[in-house]
């Protein structure tokens, strides 16, 4: 079947220090890839994407680039800032499903 | 434009009762999906609606139920509640479903407690 596995946390970090969670995948085919975001008490944001391999995805600063011949989906950023403490989600869409598979959830927490 | 709308926030239910939980997806998606998140499960699919149609389920009981109206509003319910029902809820919204890297649109969820 479709799993995910990301990075245990929780993890905390200090302000302007290089972050990266880890992301692996099992899925048939070519899925579709995904990170999001969860600030306390909201839904979940869509972080960054991308939908076949070698893309690299990007938005605020965070990376990801879909390695298919690791099965990997590693995200980073060079300089977190204390808005970035959240949950983040890697998450995938095989290519022949609606439904997103998401693993279990890194906590990260970036202290001033 | 307008996001996707949950209602309510938050809702406090007895055991054995009846709830039923809103989405309003943003204009003109036609597929919505719901999600229960957990501490212990994390994030776990339940089903999804594209044109009032049910296309996908995961593994939860009969007691959970949905619909999708012609509006592409969507609700779920879930009858004779248990106490590990207590979740936040989520729905996302996407154009059609067919996935082309679009991603889903999350709501801000509903807070479910079962008492």
């Known amino acids: 079947g479709n799993s995910v596995t990301q990075m245990e946390g929780p993890v905390t970090l200090s302000e302007e220090a290089f972050l990266t969670i880890n992301c692996t995948y099992t899925?048939?085919?070519?899925?579709?890839l995904f990170w999001y975001v969860q600030y306390p008490g909201e839904g979940l944001q869509l972080l960054l994407k991308?939908?076949?391999?070698?893309d690299k995805g990007s938005n605020k600063g965070f990376e990801a680039t879909y390695r298919k011949e690791t099965t990997s989906f590693h995200l980073e950023k060079g300089s977190v800032q204390v808005s970035d403490s959240a949950v983040y989600f890697c998450?995938?869409?095989?290519?022949?499903?609606?439904?997103?598979?998401f693993g279990a959830g890194t906590t990260v927490t970036v202290r001033a | 434009k307008a996001g996707v709308t949950q209602t309510p926030r938050y809702l406090i239910k007895t055991r054995g009762q009846q709830v039923t939980l809103s989405c309003s997806p943003i204009?003109?998606?036609?597929?919505v999906s719901w999600y229960q998140q957990t501490p212990g499960q994390g994030l776990q699919f339940l089903f999804e609606?594209?044109?009032?149609?049910?296309?996908n389920k995961g593994n939860f009981p009969g007691r959970f139920s949905g619909r999708q109206f012609s509006n592409s509003r969507s609700e779920m319910n879930v009858s004779t509640l248990e106490l590990g029902d207590s979740a936040l809820y989520l729905c996302?919204?996407?154009?059609?479903?067919?996935?082309?890297?679009?991603?889903?649109?999350f709501g801000s969820g509903t807070r479910l407690t079962v008492v």
């Open positions: 996302a919204s996407s154009l059609d479903g067919t996935e082309t890297g679009y991603g889903y649109t």
């Open positions: 899925a048939t085919g070519y899925p579709s």
């Open positions: 991308a939908t076949k391999a070698d």
């Open positions: 998450a995938l869409i095989p290519s022949n499903d609606y439904k997103l598979s």
């Open positions: 204009s003109g998606h036609r597929s």
């Open positions: 609606y594209f044109s009032e149609t049910q296309r």
